[in-house]
């Protein structure tokens, strides 16, 4: 309990810097947008290349790791995104980014210190998957659907290829995409590169979390507030039980990588859903409430997860 506290009260106290802040009128009424756009086409491609990497494709590539994380999430999203659709009836941007939200956690900013202090040294490396599933792939995905969405309506030749043009523009998708190259190629990164992506790279998170905290500003966290509970319910419980039964049950992993793999999916929904909700403009006063409610529940359910899988 003691070390799960450590972890998320830092993520209560930037995103109450952030509000305060904000409150105060002292960084401007431009600030959210300016600490997204920094996040987003900075901090963050530094961080997916910068890790990535320096990560060996070996290491990253324990398919029956990725299968049974992924499927969890893959599954999960495709059930919260139907639910979505037939009981809040919204439109089709909405429902997925219902979706996204319901599996995206916060692996590197929590996920990495409660993995080490779990596991000691022996987490690192799933820690470090599950940020690469989770930061790269799934936001990945979240902006193919959201350019798909914006681009309906105009002919699938047209829709096919804006989307693929909005993709190939990204930077997360472009410094996910070289890292993974660089990785293959073998060759070893500079010093000094290393050392900016380690710089920039961890700022994406207090950033984003202060970010959060700015754009609450004025803002009713109780619109849509049943819709938010039963994201953080899918999130914080449907989630790591379903990659527990796919990890211990359908590919029986190392006990070790299992534990981390529920972990991961146990966690709150990351500040970079918040982000990738402002970048396009939907589904963002939804997406703040989600994130601080499931950080706040999660106190309880991570208490609870480690008590069960014997690490208390």
Avoid at 19 to 33: A, K, P, T
Avoid at 265 to 274: E, N, T, V, Y
Wanted: hydrophobic share 60%; net charge positive; charged share 10%.
């Amino acid at each position: 309990m003691e070390a799960i506290v450590n972890v998320v009260l830092p993520v209560f106290a930037i995103m109450a810097a952030g509000y305060l802040c904000g409150r105060g009128g002292i960084l401007g009424q431009d600030s959210s947008q300016a600490l997204n756009g920094f996040v987003y086409y900075v901090a963050l491609p530094a961080l997916f290349f910068g890790s990535m990497a320096r990560t060996p494709l070996a290491e990253i590539l324990y398919w029956d790791f990725i299968a049974a994380f992924g499927g969890g999430l893959l599954l999960l999203f495709l059930a919260a995104a139907l639910v979505a659709r037939l009981v809040f009836r919204g439109p089709l941007e909405l429902n997925a980014m219902h979706g996204f939200s319901a599996i995206f956690s916060n692996t590197g900013y929590m996920g990495v210190p409660l993995l080490q202090l779990a596991f000691g040294a022996e987490g690192v490396l799933p820690a470090i998957v599950t940020t690469v599933i989770n930061g790269a792939l799934v936001i990945i995905a979240g902006v193919v659907v959201l350019e798909v969405v914006q681009a309906r309506g105009q002919g699938a030749l047209h829709v096919a290829r804006k989307a693929g043009a909005g993709v190939a523009k990204n930077p997360l998708f472009l410094s996910a995409a070289a890292g993974l190259l660089w990785s293959w190629s073998g060759l070893h990164l500079p010093r000094p590169a290393a050392t900016f992506m380690d710089i920039v790279g961890a700022a994406a998170g207090p950033c984003a979390l202060f970010a959060i905290g700015l754009f609450m500003v004025g803002k009713p966290l109780r619109a849509g507030l049943g819709e938010v509970l039963w994201i953080c319910l899918l999130k914080l419980v449907a989630l790591p039980a379903l990659v527990a039964w796919l990890a211990f049950g359908v590919f029986a992993l190392d006990p070790l990588w299992a534990k981390a793999a529920v972990i991961q999916a146990a966690l709150p929904i990351g500040a970079l859903m918040f982000v990738l909700a402002s970048g396009y403009g939907v589904y963002v006063q939804r997406a703040t409430s989600a994130i601080l409610l499931s950080t706040v529940f999660s106190v309880v359910t991570l208490s609870v997860l480690f008590l069960l899988l014997g690490l208390g």
